[in-house]
């Protein structure tokens, strides 16, 4: 398997324009997570999901972002309008499932994203 | 409230010493501790996972303790080599599985350089 992928790998867009991050887990993962990674606050958990089912999205900002997983090989994340602070790098990882021993989370290369 | 705390901040040391990173953690309940190392532009990966009842695991150079009773966790790099250089992120996660988005704690990392 190639791993979680993740597009685009870099996106430059202009204050109150759409962004829409893409994800593709590993195959055969329930699990999918959405995460992203600043300087001041470092990692932090937005949303995940079980079997394509929003869990919980208690990390969610606000109302400007969204997730979506249609599908067990796809999941978007979105941001509208995007902000100058919603700049990034936004990272999708995906596991097994709840046992310990399934529990490792494999991250995508992450988004960098950059709204001026 | 729930924390992790990383130290120290940053690390500087020559290739071929061994160094010792630090977390403490003041998540409940607990569940697990993950070490992750994140190289420069690149997503985490996991290194080590510990329940309570583990003291130590080893992944290579790579040696992980935890004391649940004074909830403090190190990683121990052996003989450390240029590819060393990275972020080490500790992440705690409290309660039973993923019940909880907030149950999921990331320290903010230390960053490791290793000179020649």
């Known amino acids: 398997d190639a791993g979680v992928i993740q597009s685009p790998r870099h996106e430059v867009t202009e204050m109150g324009q759409e962004v829409t991050l893409r994800c593709k887990p590993i195959?055969?993962?329930?699990?999918l997570f959405w995460y992203r990674q600043t300087m001041m606050r470092g990692l932090e958990l937005l949303i995940y999901f079980n079997n394509n089912v929003p869990i919980d999205d208690s990390g969610m900002p606000e109302d400007r972002f969204s997730a979506k997983m249609p599908n067990a090989s796809f999941s978007t994340l979105k941001i509208q309008p995007s902000e100058p602070r919603d700049s990034a790098v936004y990272f999708c990882?995906?596991?097994?499932?709840?046992?310990?021993?399934?529990?490792?989370?494999?991250f995508g290369a992450g988004t960098r994203l950059s709204v001026l | 409230k729930n924390q992790v705390e990383q130290s120290p901040q940053s690390l500087i040391i020559l290739e071929g010493k061994n160094c010792t990173l630090q977390?403490?953690?003041?998540?409940?309940?607990?569940?697990?501790l993950r070490w992750y190392k994140q190289d420069t532009g690149r997503g985490p990966v996991s290194l080590t996972i510990m329940t309570f009842s583990e003291n130590t695991k080893s992944n290579g150079r790579y040696t992980a303790t935890l004391d649940a009773d004074t909830k403090q966790s190190s990683l121990h790099i052996t003989a450390s080599q240029l590819s060393d250089s990275a972020s080490y992120i500790c992440?705690?996660?409290?309660?039973?599985?993923?019940?909880?988005?907030?149950?999921?704690?990331f320290g903010s990392g230390t960053r490791l350089s290793i000179r020649p």
């Open positions: 977390c403490n953690y003041t998540v409940s309940p607990f569940s697990n």
């Open positions: 195959s055969g993962h329930d699990y």
């Open positions: 990882a995906s596991s097994l499932g709840q046992g310990l021993a399934k529990n490792i989370q494999y």
């Open positions: 992440v705690v996660s409290g309660g039973r599985g993923y019940s909880s988005a907030s149950k999921i704690i």
